[in-house]
């Protein structure tokens, strides 16, 4: 993308702003309406999403679901696994995608928006909001969503890798909600992001709490010693059919 000389067309409250390894264009952080659109969320927290990604490219939202809605989201994930079952996860593009447990051994159940179950579709809600947020403050283009229930089994992980295929993805940002009550440090599972060869953020799966960063960043999930619990998706520049 050209750089902001190459750029007069905008508008004067908009500004490039250099995220690690992309450049996205944000509007002035001072204009609380580019933040009062969020009804769902705290406008202190939506406020620190839009600074901390501008800075890292990635945010740690504590109590983003606060302990009575997260128990009851991980109650109708455990009800869809008994019912339905969760099948290995894979890795790859759709039509390309092929079980490897060497580099991810997490089951999943994909969530469909319109049947969702009530306390799963109010966080579906929630981060439409977070869409609304990101595309209003950086252009990002988002216009859509996909995610699903992840259950890592004692012992399981997932090694280093990105969301973004390397053919090309419409993936531009991750989020994980945890839905894991009393976690403890011996426990493992964390989510290590990286920012080249350092940890730029090591984030504990904790009930309620949502890890959100920019797609093309390297992380891994640790091994994990007890039953680790989430919603996994990605924030799309392509509508799903």
Known sequence: MANASAC???????????????????????????????????????????????????????????????????TELLETEQSNGFKQAAIGKQGEAMVNSG???DTIHWIAADSAAPYTAQVLEKLSEIITVLNRNFYLGIRDFECHYTHYPPGS????????????????????????????LDDGGELVIYEGSSEAAVIRPQLGTLAIFLSEKEHEVLITARDRMSITGWLLTESIL
Request: aromatic share 12%.
């Open 8 to 74: 007069p067309c905008y508008p004067n409250d908009v500004r490039l702003v250099h995220i690690p390894n992309t450049r996205v264009k944000s509007k002035s952080l001072g204009s609380l309406r580019y933040i009062l659109t969020a009804k769902l969320m705290n406008i202190m927290d939506v406020t620190d999403l839009l600074d901390a990604f501008e800075k890292d490219g990635f945010y740690e939202w504590r109590n983003f679901q606060d302990t009575a809605d997260a128990m009851a989201v991980r």
């Open 103 to 105: 580099q991810r051994s």
């Open 157 to 184: 992980f997932y090694k280093r890798h990105v969301d973004r295929h390397r053919s090309g993805s419409s993936r531009v940002v991750s989020f994980v909600l945890y839905l894991n009550a009393d976690w403890q």
